[in-house]
């Protein structure tokens, strides 16, 4: 089975700006799950998504928001980017949800200039 | 406040020798999950603990899940420089159903040849 993708793998944008991000989970799995990786704060989750239905959603400003289509792929998107949302944004996929495991994409660095 | 307390943060051994890292909450976890982490990359599942007690093995790697599920071992014997890497915990604090893993910040293990 092909493992999770994730496109782009890099980007720079500048403040202001909106960028979407998109993922590709592994055939047959239905949750999708986005996470910000920073050095300072580590792993921190923003939201999950089922069956295009958003399930949680992390401590994040409105800013960023996502959504899942009907083949369960994902994007997330983050309008009037901050240069503190310069970050490995990965993107895990598990059959039917995290707490048993998922398998993790290998992220998009975004930096905002 | 952290949720999910990770030590140490960084660790450097030689070649051959034992290692243990810790995960601990004052919460209760109902599921528990460990993860490596490459630079560049997305965390890769090691292994996941539900029962408390639980003891895991995973070649050289020894997981144990603590008797109150709010803490957890990973223990690395005889460690090899394939083995360096960010050690991440990650754990279901909010019960079954919340499709949110809250994760540690890390141990980051070098191991040198």
């Known amino acids: 089975k092909a493992g999770v993708t994730q496109t782009p793998r890099y980007l720079i944008k500048t403040r202001g700006q909106q960028v979407t991000l998109s993922c590709s989970p592994i055939?047959?799995?239905?949750?999708v799950s986005w996470y910000q990786q920073t050095p300072g704060q580590g792993l921190q989750f923003l939201f999950e998504?089922?069956?295009?239905?958003?399930?949680n959603k992390g401590n994040f400003p409105g800013r960023f928001s996502g959504r899942q289509f009907s083949n369960s792929r994902s994007e997330m998107n983050v309008s009037t980017l901050e240069l503190g949302d310069s970050a490995l944004y990965l993107c895990?996929?598990?059959?039917?949800?995290?707490?048993?495991?998922?398998?993790f994409g290998p992220g998009t660095r975004l930096t905002v200039l | 406040t952290q949720l999910l307390e990770q030590s140490p943060q960084f660790l450097s051994i030689q070649e051959g020798e034992n290692l243990t890292v810790y995960c601990n909450s004052s919460?209760?976890?109902?599921?528990l999950q460990w993860y490596r982490q490459e630079p560049g990359e997305g965390p890769v599942l090691l292994v996941t603990?539900?029962?408390?007690?639980e003891v895991k093995k995973l070649k050289r790697l020894t997981f144990q899940f603590g008797d109150a599920r709010k803490d957890s071992s990973l223990h690395i014997t005889a460690a090899q420089p394939g083995d360096t890497g960010l050690y991440l915990c990650?754990?279901?604090?909010?019960?079954?159903?919340?499709?949110?893993?809250?994760f540690g910040k890390g141990t980051k293990l070098s191991v040198i040849p």
């Open positions: 895990a996929s598990s059959l039917g949800g995290a707490s048993r495991g998922q398998f």
């Open positions: 055939s047959g799995h239905r949750s």
């Open positions: 998504y089922f069956s295009e239905t958003q399930r």
């Open positions: 919460s209760v976890f109902s599921s």
């Open positions: 603990v539900v029962t408390g007690g």
């Open positions: 990650a754990g279901d604090l909010s019960g079954a159903g919340s499709y949110q893993l809250t």
